[in-house]
C-alpha cells in the first residue's frame, strides 16, 4: 500500500472521529459551526500527518476528544448564542417589531379586529358600569346589608321597633345599626322657595355612623338630639340646600316642614343619597330627620333597617348572624315565625338589573370569543405565510419551544396595541354613544370610560392576542421539519388552510348564536314599543300635589273644596282637555289590595274561596278614564259631581268576565263596608307593573271622596299642547289658590312610559351592538380566509381559467365554498342557540327564545353578510393572469 | 466621549484570550478559523485556542457585533467544501483597541511595579 493512500486512509478516518466528535455539541451549533469545525481539524490533522506521522496524528485525534468534550457539553450548558435555542425576549421583540413593519397589512388588519372587538366591549362595559351598575356613594358599601322580615311565606317585609332594636343590640359582627322610613312633607315656603313636596327619611341618629358619611357642612344626629323637648333637626341634601341659597350659613336656619319647625344642623355632600336599596332619583330624599326605631310596637312592621358588618366578614356569616338576632327578637316578643335576613345593599341592587346583566355578559363573552378566534385566524395565516422562516429557524436548531414563544410574544404585542387602540377608540365610542343616545339616557354625563375599564381593554387584549396565537405556535410547533420543507414547495400550506377554515366555522358559530340572542332581545324590545298599556299616554301630564295633612285641610270637605278649585282653574287654561286626579298612576307599581265579593253575580260557583277576588284597587275623581285616555268597554265613568249616598265603582275586564262570563256587570252592587258599591263601567287596565301584559290582580276603580283616609293628590292633565309647557300657568294657578300647596313629580305620561321601557332598550341597543360587532368580525375573517385560499388556489385557478372557465364561474365556486364554511357554522350554532336561549329568557317580553321568525332572519342576515364578503374576497381571482401565471410556474 | 456606544464597548472587556486573538487576527485581514489558528501559532502566543474553544468565541462574537461572516470563497481544493472567512468589524476594532490599551496599561503597571524588568519584552 502506496504512503499516499494510507495517510489518505488516516485522514478520511480522522474525518469519520471528528464527524463523531461533533455529537458532543448542540444541535443548533453543530448545524452553524459544525462543518468549519471539522474543516479546521482535518487541516490540523493533515498538518500533523505531514510533519510527525501518525503519532503527531493520534495526539490530535486525543486533543480534538478532549476539546469536543470540553467545548461540546460547555456550549450545551452556556451557548455561545443563547436567544436562537432557548429565544430571548429582547431580540425577540425587535424581531417580532420587524416583522410586523415588514408586513404593515397584516398589522393593521389585527389592529383594526381587536380595535373593533374590544372597543365594542369597552363602550358596552362602560354604559353597564355607569349605567347599570350606579356606585354607592359610601365607604365600603360590601359590609352594608339590608335586613328584611321574613313572616311565613311573605318575604321582604319590613322590620318593627324591637327588630332594630335587637339589630342594634346584637354586636358580634354587627358593627352597627340603623332604622329608617320613608316619608313625605311639605316644606312651606321660605324667602327663596316656593312651598315644595321633600321625601323625607327618618332615620335612627346613627345612620351616618353606619354608612360612614359626615355632613360636609355642620354635623349629623347625636343620641340627645332625641331627647324630648328638643326641637326637631335635620340633616338636608346638597339638592335642597343649592334650593334654599346655597349658603353655608343655613346651619341654625329653622324651617317650616309640614306642620312642625325643624333646625337645620347639617348639610350632605352632593354624591350622597341614601334610600336604601332603591336608587331611585324621586326617592332621594332632600330632609334626614332623626327618629327612636326602637319604641315601636313587635306587630308594626313599617320600618327598614341597614346593618354594617364588620370589614371583611363573609356574608354567610353576616346572615347567619342576623338570623340568630332574628330567633331571638321573636322569641323574646312571642312572635314566631318573624325570620330576620340580610341582603348585601349592592347584591340587591344588581338583582334588579341581574336578567340584563346577564345577557350582556353572555354577549360580551361571546363577542370575545369571536374576537379571538379571528385573530387566532389571522395569526395563523401570518404564520403559514413564515413557514420557509420557520423552516430556517427549525433547520438551524431553533427548537420547539423558541418558535412557540416567538408566536406567542407576536400575538401579545398585536394584542397590547390592539387593546390600546381599542381603549382609545373605547373613549370615543362612549362620546358617540352619550351624543347619539336619547336625551333621557340615565347618568349620561356619567359615562366615560375611566381608567379602570381602560386598562381591562388593554389587558383583555394582550391576553386575546396571546390566546390566539396559541393556536398557530401550536400548529408551528408541531408541524415537523420535513412536512415544513414539503410544504413549502407548495404555495402555502393545507393545514393551515385547513385550520382557518375550521375557525371560520368556529366564528359563525359563535357568532350566529350572539346575533340570535341580539335578534330575540330586539325583536322583545320592539314588542315594548308597540305595546299598548292600556292607557293613550301622549298629551297627558302628571303632577303631585303637596295635599299635606289635617294641619293643611284640617276636614276632607275642604281638601275637596279645594281640588274642585284646582280642577276649575286648570281646566280654563287654554289647551286643556282632561283633569283629574288619583292616588296612583300607571306603571308606578304597588297597590292597594282588598277582596272583593259580588254576591248573586251569575259567575259565583258557591265556592266562597272562588268567589272572592283579590284586586288592586285604585282612588280617583271623576274624568280619569277620559283624561288617561283608558279604553271603556262598557258603562261610564263615575258622575262628575260626587254625591255622599251614591258609592260607584269601575272593574276591569277581568273580573267582568269571572263574574260575568255571559251578560253584563253593569248595575251590580259590591258590598262594602255598610254599604253596597255599584258598578257603573267596566274598563281594560291601566297597567300599574308592565307595559305589555295585565296585572296579577284585577283592578278596582273607586271614587276617592268614598274613602276618606285617601288624598288623590296625583294630577293628571290631558292637553292639546306640548304638556311640559302647561306646567308653568298650572303652578300659577296653584300658587293663585293656596301658596302653601306645592307642585312636584312633574312627569309626562311619556317619560313614564319611556323610563319604564329603558332598561329594556339599554339592554337591546347593547346586546345589538356586541352582536353587530360580532357580524363586523365573521365578515372581516371570510374575507380574510377567502382571500388567503384564493392565493393559496392561484395556480389552480389558473389551470381552470386557462381552459376555459370564465372569471365568474371560478369566483362562484370560491364563493360557493365559502358559503358552505357559513352553513356549517350556522348548523353548529344550533346548539348555542338553544343554550343562550335559556340565558337571555329573563330579557325576552312575550317572544319565545326559539322564535322561527327571528332565527330565519338571523340566519339570512348571516348569509347575506357572509355572501358580500367572500364575493369581495373572490374578486381577486379576476386578478389572476393565467398566461403568465402559468409561464411562471 | 462617553457615549452609549462607548459605553456599551466597556461592557465587553476584559475580552477573553481567545476573543483577543481572534480579533488581533482579523484585523489584519478576513480569516478562516484555521487560519486564524495558524497565524496564532506563528505569533507564538503562550496559548493556542481548542478548535471548539475557538468556534464556540466565533459564534458569540458574530452574535455581539465584533465580527461577521465575510464572503464565502471557493476552497483551495477542488471537492472541498467551501469555508467561513469572518471579517472584523468597526466595532470590533474598537474593542480590540480598547483591549490593547487596557493591556498595555496593566503592562505599564507590571512595569513599575517591578513585575517585569525594564524594557522587557
Same mark, same amino acid.
Given at each position: ?71 461540546? =457539553? ?18 425577540? #421583540? ?16 389585527? =389592529? ?44 321582604? $317585609? ?8 335587637? $339589630?342594634?343590640? %346584637? ?8 332604622? +329608617? ?116 310596637? %313587635? ?34 316578643? !312571642? ?78 404585542? *398585536? ?29 349620561? !354625563? ?68 350572539? *346575533? ?133 265603582? *269601575? ?80 303652578? &300659577? &294657578? ?25 332598561? %329594556? ?6 346586546? &345589538? ?6 357580524? #363586523? ?5 371570510? +374575507? ?17 381559467? %386557462? ?22 357554522? $350556522? ?7 338553544? =343554550? ?32 358580500? &364578503? ?20 | ?8 464597548? @466597556? ?16 484585523? @489584519?485581514? @478576513? ?10 501559532? @506563528? ?22 457585533? /465584533? ?38 496599561? /496593566? ?15
Amino acid at each position: 500500500m502506496s504512503v499516499e493512500t494510507r495517510s489518505h486512509r488516516s485522514l478520511k478516518a480522522s474525518e469519520r472521529w471528528f464527524q463523531l466528535l461533533l455529537r458532543f455539541y448542540p444541535p443548533d451549533f453543530r448545524d452553524e459551526m459544525g462543518n468549519a469545525l471539522v474543516q479546521t481539524y482535518r487541516e490540523s490533522a493533515r498538518e500533523a500527518l505531514n510533519t510527525g506521522g501518525l503519532f503527531r496524528l493520534m495526539k490530535i485525534w486525543f486533543a480534538a476528544f478532549r476539546d469536543s468534550l470540553r467545548n461540546g =457539553l460547555g456550549e450545551r450548558i452556556n451557548p455561545a448564542v443563547a436567544w436562537r435555542r432557548a429565544g430571548d425576549w429582547g431580540r425577540d #421583540l425587535s424581531t417580532v417589531g420587524r416583522r410586523l413593519r415588514q408586513r404593515p397589512l397584516f398589522a393593521v388588519a389585527v =389592529l383594526a379586529t381587536l380595535t373593533m372587538g374590544l372597543g365594542t366591549f369597552a363602550v358596552v362595559y362602560t354604559a353597564v358600569d355607569k349605567i347599570l351598575l350606579e356606585p354607592l356613594p359610601y365607604k365600603d358599601a360590601n359590609d352594608l346589608y339590608m335586613v328584611w322580615c321574613q313572616c311565613g311565606d311573605l318575604p321582604h $317585609l319590613m322590620v318593627s321597633g324591637p327588630q332594630v332594636r335587637g $339589630l342594634q343590640g %346584637a354586636g358580634g359582627v354587627i358593627e352597627s345599626a340603623a332604622g +329608617f322610613a320613608f316619608g313625605r312633607r311639605t316644606l312651606l315656603p321660605t324667602e327663596n322657595t316656593e312651598a315644595a313636596q321633600v321625601t323625607v327619611l327618618s332615620v335612627s341618629p346613627n345612620i351616618f355612623d353606619v354608612l360612614a358619611v359626615r355632613p360636609v357642612i355642620g354635623r349629623g344626629f347625636r343620641q340627645d338630639d332625641l331627647a324630648p323637648g328638643a326641637s326637631e333637626r335635620i340633616v338636608i341634601s346638597d339638592r335642597l340646600w343649592k334650593r334654599l341659597g346655597g349658603r353655608r350659613e343655613i346651619v341654625g336656619t329653622r324651617l317650616q316642614l309640614s306642620a312642625s319647625t325643624v333646625t337645620v344642623i347639617g348639610v350632605m355632600s352632593p354624591d350622597f343619597y341614601f334610600s336604601g336599596s332603591e336608587p331611585d332619583e324621586e326617592n332621594k330624599p332632600d330632609v334626614y330627620l332623626p327618629r327612636d326605631f326602637t319604641q315601636g310596637e %313587635a306587630n308594626d312592621s313599617s320600618y327598614q333597617a341597614v346593618i354594617r358588618a364588620r370589614h371583611g366578614i363573609p356574608e354567610g356569616e353576616v346572615r347567619r348572624h342576623v338570623e340568630a338576632v332574628g330567633r331571638f327578637v321573636a322569641e323574646s316578643h !312571642e312572635m314566631p315565625g318573624h325570620n330576620l335576613f340580610a341582603v348585601g345593599i349592592q347584591t340587591e341592587m344588581v338583582e334588579n338589573v341581574r336578567p340584563a346583566l346577564l345577557a350582556l355578559s353572555f354577549a360580551t363573552i361571546f363577542l370575545v370569543l369571536v374576537l379571538s378566534v379571528n385573530l387566532a385566524s389571522l395569526l395563523l395565516a401570518r404564520a403559514a405565510e413564515r413557514e420557509r422562516e420557520l423552516m430556517v429557524s427549525r433547520a438551524v436548531g431553533a427548537n420547539g419551544l423558541a418558535v412557540v414563544r416567538a408566536t406567542l410574544l407576536e400575538g401579545g404585542v *398585536l394584542g397590547l396595541a390592539g387593546g390600546i387602540t381599542a381603549a382609545l377608540a373605547g373613549i370615543w365610542g362612549t362620546r358617540l354613544l352619550v351624543a347619539l343616545g336619547p336625551s333621557d339616557l340615565p347618568r349620561r !354625563e356619567a359615562i366615560t370610560l375611566d381608567w379602570e375599564i381602560a386598562l381591562l381593554v388593554i389587558a383583555t387584549g394582550a391576553l386575546i392576542g396571546l390566546l390566539a396565537a396559541v393556536a398557530p405556535a401550536t400548529w408551528a410547533a408541531r408541524a415537523s421539519l420535513s412536512s415544513l420543507m414539503a410544504a413549502s414547495a407548495l404555495r402555502g400550506s393545507a393545514s393551515s388552510h385547513r385550520m382557518r377554515r375550521g375557525l371560520i366555522v368556529v366564528q359563525v358559530a359563535l357568532s350566529v348564536v350572539l *346575533l340570535s340572542s341580539a335578534g330575540l332581545v330586539v325583536g322583545s324590545f320592539r314588542r315594548l314599543l308597540t305595546a299598548d298599556p292600556g292607557f293613550k299616554p301622549a298629551g297627558v301630564i302628571t303632577f303631585e300635589l303637596g295635599l299635606g295633612g289635617e294641619w293643611m285641610f284640617p276636614r276632607i270637605e275642604d281638601m275637596y273644596a279645594f281640588l274642585n278649585r284646582v280642577d276649575d282653574a286648570v281646566r280654563a287654561l287654554p289647551g286643556v282637555r282632561a283633569v283629574s286626579s288619583t292616588t296612583q298612576l300607571p306603571l308606578s307599581g304597588g297597590q292597594n289590595a282588598a277582596s272583593v265579593r259580588i254576591p248573586g253575580a251569575p259567575g259565583n260557583t258557591g265556592d266562597p274561596e272562588k268567589d272572592r277576588r283579590t284586586v288592586g284597587r285604585i282612588f280617583t275623581r271623576a274624568g280619569y278614564i277620559d283624561a288617561m285616555g283608558m279604553r271603556l268597554i262598557e258603562g261610564r265613568d263615575f258622575a262628575p259631581v260626587h254625591r255622599p249616598e251614591v258609592r260607584e265603582a *269601575l272593574i276591569d275586564r277581568h273580573l267582568a268576565k269571572q263574574f260575568f262570563p255571559n251578560g253584563s256587570a253593569l248595575g251590580a252592587e259590591i258590598p262594602t263596608g255598610d254599604r253596597q258599591t255599584t258598578v257603573v263601567g267596566v274598563i281594560d287596565q291601566a297597567r300599574l307593573y308592565h307595559l305589555h301584559r295585565d296585572d296579577g290582580m284585577p283592578q278596582l276603580f273607586v271614587r276617592a271622596e268614598d274613602y276618606p283616609g285617601r288624598r288623590p293628590s296625583l294630577y293628571v292633565l290631558r292637553t292639546d299642547r306640548e304638556p311640559l309647557s302647561l306646567m308653568p300657568e298650572v303652578r &300659577a &294657578a296653584v300658587h293663585k289658590l293656596d301658596p302653601r300647596v306645592a307642585i312636584s313629580n312633574v312627569e309626562t305620561m311619556n317619560q313614564i312610559v319611556a323610563e319604564k321601557r329603558s332598561e %329594556a332598550r339599554i339592554s337591546a341597543v347593547m346586546i &345589538a351592538g356586541l352582536a353587530l360587532g360580532a357580524l #363586523l368580525l365573521v365578515a372581516m375573517g371570510l +374575507f380574510g380566509v377567502i382571500s388567503g385560499a384564493v392565493e393559496q388556489r392561484r395556480g389552480e385557478l389558473a389551470v381552470r381559467l %386557462a381552459l376555459g372557465a370564465t372569471h365568474d364561474g371560478v369566483i362562484r365556486l370560491v364563493v360557493g365554498e365559502g358559503l358552505r364554511l357559513v352553513l356549517l357554522g $350556522l348548523l353548529l350554532g344550533i346548539p348555542g342557540i338553544y =343554550l343562550s336561549g335559556q340565558a337571555i329568557r329573563g330579557l325576552l317580553i312575550d317572544v319565545s327564545p326559539f322564535d322561527t321568525a327571528t332565527l330565519a332572519q338571523v340566519a339570512i342576515a348571516l348569509l347575506g353578510v357572509a355572501l358580500v &364578503a367572500c364575493y369581495l374576497a373572490a374578486r381577486r381571482v379576476t386578478t389572476i393572469e393565467p398566461e403568465r401565471l402559468l409561464r411562471e410556474g | 466621549m462617553g457615549t452609549d456606544r462607548d459605553r456599551r464597548l @466597556e461592557t465587553l472587556l476584559p475580552l477573553r484570550p481567545v476573543e483577543f486573538l481572534i480579533l488581533l487576527s482579523l484585523a @489584519e485581514g @478576513e480569516r478562516h478559523g484555521y487560519g486564524i489558528m495558524q497565524d496564532a501559532k @506563528e505569533r507564538g502566543g503562550a496559548s493556542i485556542p481548542d478548535v471548539g474553544t475557538l468556534y464556540r468565541a466565533l459564534a458569540r462574537m458574530v452574535d455581539q457585533g /465584533l465580527i461577521e461572516a465575510g464572503d464565502p470563497r471557493p476552497a483551495p481544493d477542488p471537492g472541498e467544501e467551501r469555508r467561513n472567512y469572518y471579517r472584523i468589524t468597526a466595532i470590533g476594532l474598537k474593542v480590540a483597541k480598547a483591549e490593547a490599551r487596557r493591556l498595555e496599561g /496593566l503592562t505599564r503597571a507590571a512595569r513599575l511595579g517591578g513585575l517585569l524588568e525594564k524594557g522587557a519584552k
